[in-house]
């Protein structure tokens, strides 16, 4: 009886407080409601004082940014709908329990938004990046960078320009100024680079500027929005804004900078290769010269790493060598990595030859420098590399490269061979890249919030080069900022490549019928206005095999496409207007469908004739169904993703031997373990499973996510008697709403994995042995460190 007392006396307060609920459930919502505007009022009032506090160059706190993302978070979870009648006892119970716990968070988070010590930092954040260190060689270019730095130092000296031929060493001189600045002197808060370029675009400008000036503002669609916004945030800040090679003068104003005086202590120092366009801007003009003989020597035996002038063989022709690189630091860096490779003296004799003979007819010393160039770039003995740079050229001037996204286009022109693996040819891809950079025929840059090492670049002389050889088979207007399609007289028939990326085409013509046979490549991505291709385009490019569409807003492809018959390359991803496309039949010998991003609505008809596919990305938006029998006929897939609202077969997915990158999802775990089990010994490059529903995709690209496993809902861990099996090379492993488990140790197979970096549990309500989890922890611990 006592038992029972005590059992009685722990329900009846329980009871009560659950009546309660119910019988308060219409005030308890009230109260929410009442406390939600009170809230809501208050996050408005804040983010504006934030925001514009934020445009005056101050640092943002990070209490104030969480307490923002939190009060978004709860904002979902308060829309409790209608009021259930009040015979709805359990309903209204609920109701009335969840409105009452959500008013004490909304409380706690309107008094949390009390902030009266500020919402940003007083002092302005120090704005700057340290630049890789470079061979500054000679007196010459020591001279030239003390001059600048004299020349910022003084109160009377605004504007600074640097002129100079291409390839003189002007932007080496001002990374080494850069540096200085971040490192030895607090005379400026904020030290701001930014690459300007040919195409003189105020609003890119702009938007660089805001970039790095942190402001986090959204990008900025017009001059005079981007100008007043760049004012704000520049007028009490004493900066030095470099602008690297500048072509054109611009007005200050127009963008949204300052002029400099001796009053705000700001400076402008740009580089150019016009002494007009210094004139122009009202700078200082500091000229570049050229290195002495001296100089020139000093850094070709830098770059050749040992003394060839001693070497008594050599000597006379690495001379003559050294002549012809008429004391241009890019063309002495460039000769010098071309000729360190070559040992005997018939080598260099050949190679001085074959220099001089190229260098015949060019009598300004810039164009010397332009057959410099292209003697390294014919120079390099693999013609691989040779079409790597070209393809590199496609690209627009000064573009940052993702190297991924580059060798995924080597493979896809061709220029990788196919080989045994998708690995083997990324690996391929990274060492063509690597001794290019090596050449100094591309540049590693770094960019914002990305690690180093995954961006690279031409120099625009390089590329000017480059277009140059290729010339007259390729095609290159890429983010000219283009508006208008290039009539029929702009397509040669001998036309090879054409690049029309990043620009802002949104029409071409419904009479646009180029006549170019040979043309094999076709690049339209990032016109984002583009809506509609007309079918006329490609009536005459029937040798078309690359074609990419990608990050356009076409809504339909004309019906030529399919009928490109040897198309090897078809590109849409992002095009997000993108709800059908037709039959792929006639397209047998496609090797790469990409319809990442659109919102098509069924898988296209013919798939299963594509038999050549390697690449199939059907990571769409919107729920589509796999039909039974297609994916085994895709034999030769390497890459398969599909969105998380797609289910496969595990039945299917095993008799795919190639696979190596997959991101899917099995209905259970009996199709999750079968195609483990089919692996044998064979390991996947990259993967990322879901198993059991889902209501939501992950927003990542499969390369950067590793090797991962998801259990969701329903996953049935304990019943049926399927055991789960776990690759044992995963790497994370999310367990998200499976009730039915109590414990990691009903996982036996976590003690056979041996790379597991992570485990997340969430909303797994019957976990009730957590302890059981560092014990197994020490199990795979001990297992490794044996």
């Given at each position: ?158 504007k600074i320009g640097v002129y100079g031929m291409g390839g003189i060493g002007k932007t080496t001189v001002m990374k080494e100024v850069n540096n200085f600045l971040l490192n030895e002197s607090d005379k400026f808060e904020s030290v701001i680079w930014v690459t300007v370029s040919k195409d003189n675009d105020i609003i890119k400008l702009q938007n660089e500027i805001a970039c790095k000036l942190k402001l986090g503002l959204p990008k900025f669609e017009d001059e005079i929005t981007g100008a007043a916004e760049l004012y704000t945030a520049l007028k009490d800040r004493r900066y030095v804004l470099i602008l690297d090679d500048l072509w054109e003068t611009f007005a200050l104003e127009k963008v949204g900078i300052p002029e400099p005086t001796s009053a705000n202590e700001c400076k402008i120092v740009l580089t150019t290769r016009d002494l007009d366009v210094c004139r122009g801007m009202s700078c200082k003009d500091i000229k570049m010269e050229s290195l002495s003989k001296e100089e020139a020597r000093e850094l070709f035996l830098h770059k050749m790493e040992y003394d060839v002038f001693n070497t008594p063989y050599l000597k006379a022709i690495a001379e003559d060598v050294l002549q012809t690189c008429a004391r241009l630091p890019l063309a002495i860096v460039t000769i010098a990595g071309s000729f360190k ?446």
């Open positions: 009886m006592e038992m029972l007392g005590s059992i009685v006396g722990n329900i009846v307060p329980s009871v009560g407080k659950y009546w309660n609920y119910h019988k308060e459930a219409d005030q308890h919502v009230k109260n929410l409601k009442r406390k939600w505007e009170l809230l809501e009022s208050q996050k408005d009032d804040i983010k504006t004082k934030f925001y514009s506090e934020l445009r005056q160059g101050k640092k943002p706190k990070q209490e104030v940014k969480l307490w923002l993302q939190n009060v978004e978070t709860i904002k979902g979870d308060i829309d409790i709908g209608q009021e259930p009648a009040r015979w709805m006892f359990l309903l209204r119970m609920q109701k009335g329990e969840f409105a009452f716990k959500k008013t004490k968070e909304v409380e706690e988070l309107y008094q949390a938004g009390d902030f009266t010590d500020g919402l940003v930092l007083d002092l302005p954040e120090c704005i700057g990046k340290m630049m890789p260190p470079s061979t500054l060689v000679g007196k010459t270019a020591q001279r030239t960078k003390k001059e600048i730095i004299v020349c910022l130092l003084d109160n009377n000296v605004g490779r070559l040992i005997h003296n018939y080598e260099w004799r050949d190679a001085l030859e074959q220099l001089r003979t190229s260098l015949k007819g060019f009598d300004s010393i810039e164009k010397q420098v332009h057959e410099v160039l292209k003697f390294s770039y014919e120079r390099l003995k693999e013609e691989k590399l040779k079409q790597c740079l070209l393809h590199c050229a496609l690209y627009p001037e000064d573009f940052k490269i993702y190297k991924e996204e580059l060798i995924e286009h080597l493979i896809d022109e061709g220029i990788i061979e196919r080989m045994k693996s998708r690995q083997a040819e990324f690996d391929r891809g990274y060492s063509m890249l690597s001794k290019l950079e090596n050449a100094c025929l591309l540049e590693g840059v770094t960019e914002k919030y990305y690690e180093e090492g995954i961006f690279v670049k031409m120099h625009d002389l390089v590329r000017d080069m480059v277009l140059q050889v290729a010339s007259p088979e390729f095609m290159v207007e890429g983010h000219l900022r283009l508006e208008d399609f290039p009539d029929e007289g702009n397509w040669r028939e001998n036309l090879v490549k054409a690049s029309l990326m990043y620009n802002k085409i949104s029409r071409i013509p419904s009479n646009v019928s180029p006549m170019c046979p040979s043309l094999s490549t076709l690049l339209l991505q990032g016109n984002k206005s583009l809506k509609n291709v007309p079918d006329s385009l490609f009536e005459h490019l029937h040798g078309l095999k690359f074609l990419d569409l990608s990050y356009t807003d076409i809504e339909s492809l004309p019906n030529s496409v399919f009928s490109l018959e040897n198309l090897n390359i078809l590109s849409l991803r992002g095009c997000c207007y993108l709800k059908h496309v037709s039959s792929l039949a006639k397209l047998t010998t496609l090797r790469k469908l990409d319809l990442g991003g659109t919102l098509i609505t069924e898988v296209p008809d013919g798939l299963e004739m594509l038999v050549n596919l390697t690449y199939l990305n059907l990571d769409v938006g919107s729920p589509i169904i796999m039909p039974l029998g297609i994916l085994p006929k895709l034999s030769h897939l390497q890459y398969l993703r599909f969105s998380c609202k797609v289910t496969v077969k595990g039945e299917e997915t095993e008799k795919l031997k190639k696979l190596e990158n997959v991101w899917v999802r099995f209905d259970d775990l009996y199709e999750f373990c079968s195609f483990i089990r089919s692996l044998e010994k064979r390991r996947l490059a990259c993967y990322q499973i879901q198993v059991g529903e889902s209501e939501e995709d992950v927003d990542r690209d499969i390369q950067d996510v590793g090797k991962g496993v998801i259990l969701e809902r329903e996953c049935n861990l304990r019943r049926g008697g399927e055991s789960l099996v776990l690759p044992e090379d995963v790497e994370s492993l999310d367990i998200v709403e499976c009730d039915d488990l109590t414990s990691l140790c009903d996982v036996p197979s976590l003690k056979q994995v041996s790379e597991l970096k992570k485990i997340r549990l969430s909303h797994c309500k019957e976990i009730e042995h957590v302890l059981c989890f560092l014990l197994l922890l020490l199990t795979i611990l001990f297992k490794l460190s044996r």
